[in-house]
C-alpha cells in the first residue's frame, strides 16, 4: 500500500513513484469520546501526513541519488503508511459504534453529511483551485476543468481531483462495505478466521488486478487496504480487552513490520531512482510495514492516552482538527512552492520549518475559526 496510485501532486512529490497520501479520520463523534486515544492517534498521523509531504516536496531539491537525498528518502518512505493506519482506525470506530447499536437510516445519512458532501464539496475547491494555478501559469482560465466530462467522471470515482482526495473515495468504499460485514463480526469471530480472511482476499484481490482486469489506480480501491480494514474490524469486535490485545500483540506487530520495511524499503528506494522493482515483493513488504506499524500506533495511541501532558493535550487538540489539515495543507504548500523568493533562499533547514510549521498551523487556524463560526460541518462534514 505505498505507491499504488498515480497523477501525484504537481510539487509534493519527489523524485520516483507516485505516491498515496495519508488522510485524516473521519470517525463517529460518541465513540471518539468513547476512545479519548482516537485524537491522540489522529494528532500522531496528521504530524506524519504533513512531515511525508514536505519531505517529499524537499526530495526535488537534492540530487537523485546522492546521500541527502537517500536520507530524505528513507525517511520520507520509511514515513508513508497513513493512508492503511487511517482506515484502520475508521473501520474500528465505526464498527465498535455499529456493534453497540445500529440504525441504517440514520448511518446512511451520517455517511452522506460526514463523507459524500465534503467529497464533492472539496473536489470543487480543487477544481476550482487548480484552474487559478493554470491561470497563473498561462494568463487564461483553464475552463475545461469544469466541463462534465468521462474524464472528470473518472476522477470523482477514483478521488483524483486533486492528488490527495482520493482517501475520501476510499473512505466512501468503506462506508458502504461496512453494513455487510456488520453480521460476522457480531458473532466476535477469532483472529484466526479473520487472518485467514485477510490472506485470501489480499491475494485474490493482488492476482485478479494482476492477472484479469488491471485497476486504473489500486491505491483508490478498497480491496487493497484488506489487511488493515479487517484488522481494525476484527479490533471493534475485541474492544472490551483492547489494552489486553495490544500489549500482547506490539512485539509482534514490530516484528512484522520490521520484516516489512526490510522487504519494501530497499525495492520502493530502486523504484524511486529509475529502476524496475518487482511487485509482488513490494506489495507483500508493503502490507506488512503498514499493518504492523498501524497496530504499534494503537498501542503508541493508547499508551499516550494515559499521560497527563501539555503536550499530550496538544497532540489531541491537534488531531481534532486532523480532516481539516488533512484538506488544506497541499494547497498552503503548493502555495509557498509558488513564492520564488521565499522560503527556499534561507536554507533547507529553515525552509523546511517554515513549510512544516505554516502547512500544519494555517489549516489548524481556519479549522477553529470555522468551527467557532459554526461553519465546520457545512465545510468538512464535522
Not at 464498527?95 to 441504517?104: E, V, W, Y
Not at 477469532?190 to 489500486?218: E, K, Q, S
Request: aromatic share 16%.
Amino acid at each position: 500500500m505505498g505507491h499504488p496510485n498515480s497523477d501525484p501532486a504537481p510539487i509534493l512529490t519527489g523524485q520516483g513513484p507516485p505516491e498515496t497520501t495519508q488522510p485524516p479520520l473521519v470517525a463517529a463523534a460518541p465513540v471518539s469520546e468513547r476512545y479519548g486515544w482516537v485524537e491522540i492517534f489522529r494528532g500522531l498521523a496528521i504530524l506524519e501526513v504533513v512531515f511525508h509531504h514536505v519531505t517529499g516536496k524537499f526530495l526535488r531539491e537534492f540530487e537523485l541519488g546522492s546521500l541527502p537525498w537517500m536520507l530524505l528518502a528513507v525517511a520520507n518512505q520509511t514515513l508513508h503508511y497513513g493512508v492503511p493506519a487511517f482506515l484502520m482506525l475508521s473501520a474500528f470506530v465505526l464498527m465498535a459504534g455499529m456493534l453497540r447499536r445500529f440504525d441504517a437510516k440514520k448511518y446512511s445519512w451520517n455517511r452522506l453529511q460526514k463523507a459524500v458532501w465534503p467529497y464533492l464539496l472539496w473536489c470543487s475547491i480543487y477544481l476550482a483551485y487548480k484552474a487559478y494555478v493554470g491561470f497563473g501559469a498561462s494568463g487564461e482560465w483553464n475552463w475545461a476543468l469544469f466541463k462534465p466530462t468521462l474524464t472528470l467522471a473518472n476522477q470523482l470515482v477514483w478521488g483524483k481531483v486533486y492528488f490527495h482526495l482520493y482517501f475520501l473515495a476510499v473512505a466512501i468504499q468503506l462506508y458502504l462495505l461496512l453494513p455487510f460485514l456488520l453480521p460476522f463480526f457480531r458473532k466476535r469471530p477469532p483472529f484466526w478466521g479473520v487472518f485467514l480472511a485477510i490472506l485470501l482476499i489480499t491475494m485474490g484481490a493482488y492476482w485478479c488486478n494482476r492477472l484479469v482486469y488491471r485497476m486504473p489506480y489500486v491505491g483508490s480501491y478498497i480491496l487493497w487496504y484488506t489487511p488493515t480494514i479487517l484488522l481494525g474490524l476484527w479490533l471493534a469486535s475485541q474492544a472490551s480487552r483492547l489494552k489486553e490485545i495490544t500489549q500482547k500483540g506490539l512485539v509482534w506487530s514490530l516484528l512484522i513490520a520490521a520484516v516489512g520495511l526490510w522487504i519494501y524499503l530497499p525495492l520502493t528506494l530502486k523504484i524511486m531512482r529509475g529502476h524496475v522493482g518487482n511487485t509482488f515483493e513490494y506489495q507483500v513488504g508493503a502490507w506488512l510495514f503498514t499493518s504492523g506499524i498501524s497496530f504499534a500506533m494503537l498501542w503508541w495511541a493508547i499508551r499516550l492516552d494515559e499521560v497527563k501532558h501539555r503536550a499530550i493535550d496538544a497532540l489531541r487538540f491537534t488531531g481534532r482538527y486532523s480532516l481539516q489539515i488533512y484538506l488544506i495543507h497541499p494547497m498552503i504548500i503548493q502555495e509557498l512552492a509558488r513564492i520564488r523568493s521565499f522560503p527556499e533562499p534561507l536554507g533547507h533547514y529553515a525552509a523546511f520549518a517554515i513549510y512544516f510549521g505554516t502547512a500544519l498551523l494555517i489549516p489548524l487556524v481556519v479549522g477553529v475559526l470555522l468551527h467557532r463560526a459554526r461553519l465546520s460541518n457545512f465545510v468538512f462534514g464535522r
